[in-house]
């Protein structure tokens, strides 16, 4: 289900821009709280370099007391270290400083997910629903933490309150796991279809997205020929975006790993996952790492190999980071249909005791 790490402006003449203006503003004002901000969001969202930016945003804390953006940085930056304890304090300090922004209230949500506290992240998402009642993007993530929890007729109910528009593509996806999870494939077919036919102005890889999401449900409803057109296009489309944005090159083979399993192609599909895995290795980066090490353990599910999957499953249960998997997804999801019956897969799919 994750894709992660895609920036829509890591091309080469992007960021020697944005280096040129931060340059200036630190030659100009180099003492100045708010280029020091910049600085620090530069070394987060440019550099990835997670270890300095950290460093950056709390130094900041004592100049900038007031300001709930430094905490919200140090919430999210601090998830890429593995400091999901830091993590959860900062989101909740942004939160009780700021607490009518609802993007605020969205990240603690899903730092409690993380940290399987799912009771927190409901209560965070019943409270700014009530301020924000008709949020898509809150009632999505409350849909996620009923998904983790394998509480379907839940999710159901809030998809119902979901209003979908051609200008948001990522608003799919909740209906389409959820028909995965219901193994109702073709229920979110046309909702996907219709989407991407009609989708306002969309970065191309959020739309080849979306696209290997469909090819998902086409396969797994039996319509091969439509999942092979679509999950070929992907491929092609996201080998063009490996030259296009190197600077994009894990989030890009993550998703390019899962296209190929689709189409059977198992040595390209785990090579691709491999190469996600090397770029965005857990000791680095936390969150990231742990996305595409799912996306490793999936794609060795759907092949069934059972020695290599099994174990990788048994890690991420153990491991903090957004939307985790959980052994409700287990139970439900069919991408691990071919594990079903081995006692070591069973295990860690009841391990919630249900």
Known sequence: MNAFGYSETATPAWRAAVQRSLDTALRLRPDLPDVQLAQAFYQYLVLRDYKAAYESFESLRPKMPNSAEVLEALGMVTQELGKWDESLRYSDLAVALNPRDRLLRHQAASVHAAMWDFAGALKY?????NIWPDDPGLIRG??????????LNQADALLTRVHLTADDLWRLISFSYQAKLRRKFTTAIPLLQNGLDHAGPQT???RLFIQKELADLQRLSGDLASAK????????QLEKELKEQPANAAAVYEVLASA????????????????AVNLTPSSKDAQGGAVVEETRAVIAAQFGMKERAI???????KVHYIWPMTPALLRLDPDFDLLRGDPRFEKLAHSDGK
């Open 311 to 317: 174990p990788a499953l048994e890690h991420l249960l």
């Open 260 to 275: 190929y399993a689709g189409l059977g192609d198992r040595e390209r599909a785990l090579t691709s996952a491999d190469h």
């Open 229 to 236: 057109r679509n999950y070929s296009e992907v491929c092609n």
């Open 125 to 129: 998402y019943d409270e700014a629903l």
């Open 204 to 206: 191309a890889f959020t």
């Open 142 to 151: 409350k849909v996620w933490v009923y998904q983790l929890l394998g509480d």
